[in-house]
């Protein structure tokens, strides 16, 4: 008791000093007062809350809930928090593999990392964690429902996924691995000479690996290319300016943040040439894609050097400093900038601001952007084009994904595709993936629902054969051949990657995707 006593005088000491120093600096809002606050609120409870407290967790419950008053990004970071975000910039930490955001109040995805028991598993984006182990996820920051998530591999957790349009919750029990993220998953020429590039996130080596990437595509044969996005829930700033930076001239401004401290306020610019600057190119965006792969696509379309095609983006542009604190192996990790695309836009959605109207749009397909599916403050791209902001990326073609059927969407859901797949590869020794499915694997697959009480009649597996034969081919692909041949399935149903080959196939250079594509073009020497 008495030890617990000195630490928390210590302590007490310290935050004494702090508020002093501060109310010397003539702080406002009587910042020195509301600490003398604070420190006979943790005397009050330290000496008569019914059961014994641990001082050290009273001042760091209190820190942590200091952060959360100001945004879901700052976070005080205990020392396991602090060693957990290194990891994960590093590329490699054991949990579930899914990357979160929080809205309204519970842990949300952004996007499962492809490949992981999340992905696996049928998670998606706008997916609610309600629940990790039984225990209600109400109110935990990023971190702390990223604490939850993750542990050692092979250990499991369950989670419960509430998803709009869904009647109710569901269970769902994965098994944690060691994730390993690549930046690029994948990448292949497909048709005619076009480069398909998957960027799933942006880690240490993303810049690296995509320029291999580009090597690979264009000693294929690539002359234009197709950059996907979607899902990306972005990273590191700097790989950001890299990526950019490969369809870029020399000393291009990529993005400029701006903050209240000294320092904050910077320009990135290209520090090479890029080598496919001449390429025809189009951007893959969606509501998932977010921070360092907004900051890509906003450079990209204010400098007209690409087209977007698809759903107004996710609207996340805060900038993160950490700060390790001194005498500790923690830090703070605290918002201090935000993020502007070249035209002087603001990537940031406000946590009240409502969904585009492309987001809830359900009516077509496919539209140019109109003016007001984000928010209504106008800008102008390099070559004069109109472009919109404060609320993610707009897009300059909206195109919407087709929804699955309902069928196909509950197979999709439960994850059967990737059941059954395992379950015909353990017995059908030498199965192969090809352009249809093998003799017997429709009808065994048929059954397998029967025994899954998945409700279906002839009518309706009659009505969705298509969707569903290609759910079995991309899985049957993924576990003979891996997620590139499993990627090169999926994207045989993509109408949005549909479209992008559509207008690259008429598209000589990079300003003919506009025209292509239907929408307005850039005018030359236009500011």
Do not use: C
């Amino acid at each position: 008791m008495i030890r617990k006593r000195v630490v928390l005088g210590l302590l007490l000491a310290a935050l004494f000093t702090l508020g002093w120093w501060v109310g010397r600096g003539g702080a406002s809002g009587d910042l020195y007062g509301n600490l003398d606050l604070f420190v006979e609120i943790v005397h009050k409870v330290e000496q008569n809350y019914v059961d014994p407290v641990q001082p050290e967790q009273l001042v760091e419950g209190a820190l942590k809930g200091m952060m959360r008053t100001l945004d879901p990004y700052s976070q005080y970071l205990s020392a396991k928090d602090f060693a957990n975000l290194k990891t994960t910039t590093e590329g490699t930490f054991g949990g579930i593999g899914v990357v979160v955001s929080v809205r309204e109040n519970y842990p949300t995805v952004i996007s499962p990392i492809e490949g992981s028991p999340a992905f696996l598993a049928g998670l998606r984006s706008g997916d609610q964690i309600v629940k990790v182990d039984g225990k209600s996820t109400a109110g935990l920051t990023i971190d702390d429902a990223a604490e939850r998530l993750r542990g050692p591999e092979g250990t499991k957790v369950t989670i419960t996924v509430r998803r709009e349009g869904d009647s109710a919750e569901r269970d769902v029990t994965l098994e944690r691995k060691i994730i390993v993220t690549h930046s690029v998953p994948y990448a292949f020429v497909v048709g005619d000479g076009v480069g398909y590039l998957r960027l799933a996130s942006f880690a240490e080596q993303s810049g690296a690996e995509v320029r291999a990437a580009l090597d690979r595509l264009r000693s294929e044969g690539a002359k234009s290319a197709v950059l996907d996005l979607r899902q990306d829930p972005g990273g590191l700033l700097e790989q950001a300016v890299d990526v950019a930076g490969e369809f870029l001239p020399k000393g291009t401004q990529v993005v400029q943040t701006r903050g209240r401290m000294r320092g904050q306020d910077q320009r990135y610019s290209t520090t090479e040439a890029g080598p496919e600057r001449r390429w025809p190119l189009v951007v893959l965006v969606d509501q998932g894609s977010a921070s360092a792969s907004e900051i890509v696509a906003g450079a990209l379309q204010d400098l007209d050097r690409a087209l977007l095609i698809g759903r107004t983006t996710f609207g996340k542009g805060l900038v993160q400093t950490v700060f390790p604190l001194r005498g500790t192996d923690a830090a703070l990790k605290l918002t201090t900038a935000r993020y502007y695309t070249p035209s002087g836009r603001s990537i940031h959605r406000a946590a009240h601001d409502t969904l585009a109207r492309d987001e809830e749009d359900d009516g077509g397909d496919e539209t140019p952007a109109p003016a007001d599916t984000a928010a209504p403050k106008h800008f102008r791209t390099a070559g004069g084009r109109s472009v919109y902001g404060g609320g993610g990326i707009t897009p300059d073609l909206v195109v919407l994904a087709d929804s699955l059927p309902p069928l196909t969407l509950e197979v999709e859901r439960l994850g059967l595709p990737f059941r059954f797949a395992n379950r015909w590869v353990n017995t059908h020794p030498g199965a192969t993936a090809a352009a249809t499915l093998p003799d017997g694997m429709w009808e065994d697959f048929t059954v397998f629902l029967s025994g899954e009480k998945v409700k279906s009649d002839a009518k309706s597996l009659a009505a969705e054969r298509d969707p569903l034969r290609r759910a079995l081919r991309r899985e049957l692909a993924r576990r003979v051949s891996g997620d590139t041949a499993a990627a090169r399935v999926a994207l045989e149903g993509d109408v949005l990657f549909a479209r992008a080959l559509k207008i690259l196939a008429r598209a000589k250079s990079p300003a003919d995707v506009f025209s292509a594509a239907g929408v307005e073009t850039p005018r030359a020497g236009a500011r």
